[in-house]
């Protein structure tokens, strides 16, 4: 659930509609004063007194408010598109990906050959008889789109969507897997493709060999914005966080399959898999601030590696028979790897998280009790 200070900060991101239309105003009530006859020789001196004090606020705020060499979106954008196979079809859901894959695809001309639909906005009468003539090649089973679909013969459902498409073309989707349409997941399944997911039948993907060996050729020369440049109530600190969560999708894409998997020399196998992933990501990232590729600060927003990499270790812990923590055992070093990772976690995640995070307790507890 958003909280009130999140959701204020959200909307900072629209407050420059309203500013402009209060400049207006204020503008045009300021005409009106200087003009009236009526008006003092003092009331005429308000003119070059506001001259002077918007002057002021420029000044003060111009540095901040400089974006001309400010490229970090359209770089993601670039970088998304360019990885993706011909003819592909994109689902997004939201502004920073909607806008942004639109625009370069319809207005730079980048990727023309990659359809770019927002799941929104296909659920409106409008949307096919308009802009479904301009997308050659994409089917649309029925006269729009809607979850449930399959209780109007005359709309349609992702699973309808990606039976009439994904033969054909390969389909990704771009936004959180929680608003993924339900119905799509009794037949595919969506797996780690940089910023986003690609749609595949289930049960075709071996994660052994497809996460370890997951695309991304635009993650690895892909610069993210830098954390002190940027508050997070801006797009960039979004990027930034999405940057983070593409660098560890394959990592976590493999530790849910070794959940769902039946068989501990399996889950051994897939835990295993999913650790050395996270292992490398770390160290690479570690690399890149080195470098100076990018900034110290954003090693706040990977604090998240050292707990996955600690929930790894424990879930690997827990898949040795022999649990007794003798020197150079197995298990003590599953055990050791454990606190190291989680005591990285707790030593650089900011408080909000510890004091929100559910299994902080839980880390503290196993550091202080060996052998739990």
């Avoid at 979106?73 to 990906?97: A, C, K, M, W, Y």
């Avoid at 806008?99 to 730079?108: D, G, I, K, P, V």
């Avoid at 989680?342 to 009790?369: C, G, P, R």
Wanted: charged share 20%.
């Amino acid at each position: 659930m958003m909280t009130s200070l999140s959701w204020i900060r959200m909307l900072e991101r629209f407050w420059l509609q309203p500013s402009l239309y209060l400049a207006l105003l204020a503008g045009t009530g300021l005409s009106v004063l200087l003009n009236n006859e009526h008006v003092s020789r003092w009331g005429k001196c308000l003119l070059p007194l506001v001259v002077l004090l918007v002057g002021l606020r420029i000044h003060s705020n111009y540095a901040s408010c400089n974006q001309r060499e400010n490229h970090h979106v359209e770089n993601f954008g670039r970088h998304l598109l360019s990885s993706l196979p011909n003819d592909s079809i994109l689902l997004t859901s939201g502004d920073l990906s909607t806008n942004t894959f639109r625009y370069l695809t319809l207005a730079e001309g980048v990727r023309p050959d990659v359809h770019v639909l927002d799941l929104s906005f296909m659920s409106s009468q409008w949307y096919i008889p308009i802009l479904g003539k301009h997308m050659q090649g994409v089917n649309f089973p029925g006269l729009g789109y809607n979850p449930r679909g399959r209780h109007d013969r005359r709309l349609y459902n992702l699973e309808m969507f990606l039976d009439a498409n994904l033969p054909t073309r390969p389909v990704f989707v771009c936004l959180k897997p929680r608003d993924v349409d339900a119905s799509s997941l009794k037949k595919y399944e969506t797996l780690p493709y940089s910023f986003c997911r690609k749609f595949v039948r289930q049960g075709t993907a071996d994660p052994l060999v497809y996460g370890p060996q997951m695309p991304v050729p635009d993650l690895e020369t892909y610069l993210p914005p830098r954390a002190e440049l940027f508050g997070d109530t801006t797009w960039e600190h979004v990027l930034l966080h999405e940057y983070w969560e593409a660098m560890v999708k394959p990592g976590r894409y493999m530790w849910q399959a070794a959940e769902a998997a039946k068989g501990l020399s399996r889950k051994k196998q897939l835990y295993t898999a999913a650790y050395k992933y996270l292992l490398e990501a770390k160290e690479k990232i570690s690399d890149k601030i080195d470098a100076g590729e990018i900034s110290p600060l954003s090693w706040n927003h990977t604090s998240y590696y050292s707990k996955y990499l600690g929930v790894q270790c424990r879930q690997l812990w827990a898949t040795t028979t022999d649990r007794v923590l003798k020197p150079g055992s197995e298990a003590d070093f599953y055990y050791s790897c454990q606190r190291k990772h989680f005591t990285d976690y707790i030593n650089s995640a900011d408080q909000v998280t510890k004091d929100f995070d559910k299994e902080i307790k839980n880390i503290i507890m196993l550091l202080e009790n060996p052998g739990m």
